[in-house]
């Protein structure tokens, strides 16, 4: 590969983007654009919010509490978790969205008539599920208190539970600071893939792609030339909407710059790779724009997790969910940006952007390689 054939072709598609104000503009304006009109979320029913449980107590109270949780169908039971246990690190790996801490003694206070404190730690990343996962625990527990002011016969005046919650990442609740993560998926996606089917589609319909292809260059130098602008540019992007969720919304980057970029590199090139294989099936540019916007904006607002959780729909759709890189790149981004987290806590979640990424590139290559375009 010839790097010199390389950089010439990306030059030729950076000069043609510059002679294309609005194309540009596009490309760099539309994601801050986005980014001020879903600034905003609707709530949704949330069901099945993974819950683990500290239970130190141990006694048939305690157990009949966690079984009402989990027998409303609105949390399930994922973790039994062990005194000391570090609660931090199982919701930064988001193996539970909410931990139920029942304190040791409290079947014995409850038989005395005594105040038991339980305690409900919240992952606010997602707002709108910790907003509804809040409310049905403070439903239940408020259920329990009835049943056990009934089962006392009036000799206890005070609730016999005291129900503390605490929400973590996001104290507010604010549906934007859930959102405006997500956000820079679903643009990245739609920008990248259209931004790329549509050059090669262009190429196509003005029959500059058959001068390109009597060169001397190969598949790869021209994959390479045709992409590494438009990486470069949704690269650009990805810092303006960073910047804009920082200076409207006030939302900063509590992780390493360095690990976010490495995860939205790996998901632009799956998504430059999309583009790729949009435009080996498409001969027109409103072609390629209706299949670049079918394949990456549907799956990437309504099978990510963006806003619908993924946990509250079918069975059927769950398992589709698994194919979609959004999916995954949400999952990445919310926990450096709103946990601190690093890569290293999301591993299953990087491997499949950089099998995906691979994936569809390769798809790409041998596409374009024996097409003639």
């Not at 490309?27 to 130190?56: I, K, S, T």
């Not at 990245?188 to 319909?205: D, F, G, P």
Request: positive net charge.
């Amino acid at each position: 590969m010839n790097p010199r054939k390389v950089g010439s072709v990306a030059w030729k598609e950076l000069l043609q983007s510059s002679r294309d104000p609005l194309s540009l503009g596009m490309l760099l304006g539309v994601p801050c654009m986005m980014l001020l009109l879903y600034g905003y979320a609707v709530n949704f029913d949330v069901r099945h919010v993974a819950l683990a449980v500290e239970d130190d107590d141990k006694s048939a109270a305690s157990r009949e509490l966690v079984a009402s949780f989990v027998n409303s169908t609105y949390f399930d039971d994922v973790a039994d978790l062990g005194a000391g246990a570090d609660l931090r690190r199982l919701t930064e790996r988001r193996k539970a969205r909410a931990v139920l801490i029942i304190p040791e003694g409290a079947g014995r206070d409850l038989a005395a008539g005594r105040t038991v404190p339980l305690q409900l730690l919240l992952d606010g990343v997602d707002a709108n599920t910790a907003t509804t996962a809040l409310g049905y625990a403070s439903a239940l527990v408020a259920a329990a208190n009835v049943q056990k002011l009934a089962a006392a016969g009036g000799r206890v005046q005070l609730a016999p539970i005291d129900f503390q919650p605490r929400v973590w990442y996001n104290p507010e609740l604010k549906s934007t600071r859930f959102l405006v993560p997500g956000l820079i998926g679903f643009i990245l996606m739609l920008t990248a893939v259209l931004s790329t089917a549509i050059s090669v589609v262009r190429e196509k319909e003005r029959g500059t792609m058959e001068q390109l292809r009597v060169t001397s260059l190969k598949p790869g130098e021209l994959i390479l030339g045709k992409t590494l602008p438009y990486l470069g540019i949704s690269l650009t992007a990805t810092a303006l909407i960073l910047a804009a969720a920082r200076f409207l919304f006030g939302i900063a980057v509590a992780g390493p710059y360095l690990h976010l970029f490495a995860a939205a590199l790996v998901y632009l090139i799956g998504a430059l790779g999309l583009g790729l294989l949009v435009s080996s099936i498409s001969d027109t540019q409103a072609v390629a724009f209706q299949v670049g916007a079918l394949v990456s904006m549907l799956p990437a607002i309504f099978l990510s997790g963006f806003i619908f959780p993924i946990r509250s729909m079918p069975r059927a759709l769950q398992i589709v969910t698994y194919a979609v890189p959004a999916r995954y790149f949400n999952v990445v981004l919310r926990g450096v940006i709103l946990k601190g987290a690093g890569l290293e806590s999301y591993p299953r979640d990087m491997a499949f952007l950089v099998l995906y990424a691979l994936a569809v590139m390769g798809l790409a290559y041998v596409r374009l390689a024996r097409k003639e375009v």
